[in-house]
């Protein structure tokens, strides 16, 4: 049985909270420092929750070059009949897709008809169980070399693999947390755009936040599929649960391997 997770369809939760505040000429902003926005708008600015929290910058001679915080990218969306903001992205650089985007959403989402066109094995996939409106659905955890949205990139992400209930604008996925992370967003309703700011000085090309998020989701995954196996009534379903534990354990160990070379502490891979 593969370990359980909360989703509208499938958002994984972790971290800290962050506020949304809109100003005079109907920006949007996102922060996780309260003090950071205007004296003015602080009464009006709503609290969510889904931003892992920072930590301090390890030193390291594998530490990738700085990257300017003022590398910005102004990507137009467009409204679907349901209110919900669309952008174009394309995933692995040949693939096109329209992405929700959803500041509120931990993980991105890609459709099916997707993955299987990039040739992704879906049946060897780890597998993390959505508990959706409709009830609980098991859906592959894949990985894909990039996400790019309006020439901002973001690599080396995990995304849920799954159709969502929307047909009016064909083949869609759901843009996240995950791709955001790594941005400062500002979405002008007026001007029909969302401006993404790349954060300073990531490492590895992420951030603390992407490392910390992707060690804590393993550790979770791996949690729940120990318990499944330990309350499995047949030998089915703990080889199927063996298995996955073979996936995760493998993820954990490349991941690590990864955050050694680029300087990540050790207090910071749990």
Sequence with gaps: MPVACCLMPVF???????????DDSGAVHFTDNLYSIPEKFRA????????????????????????????????PFRRSAGNHILVEGVVNGRAGVNFILDTGAAASIIPRTLALELGMDLDRALLVTAAGIGGSVDLPLVEVESINVGGAEARDLEVTVQQLPFTEVGALGLLGADFLLDYRVDIEYAKNQVILERQADPYGGHTFEWWQQRFRRYSQLKAGIEAGRARAATQGARDHLDSQLRIVDEKISNLETRASQAGIPREYRQ
């Design 44 to 75: 009006q600015a709503q609290k969510k929750i889904q931003a892992p929290s920072a930590a301090p910058a390890p030193v390291s001679a594998e530490r990738s070059p700085d990257r300017s915080a003022t590398e910005r990218f102004v990507v």
């Design 12 to 22: 994984l939760a972790f971290g800290q909270e962050y506020y949304r505040w809109t």
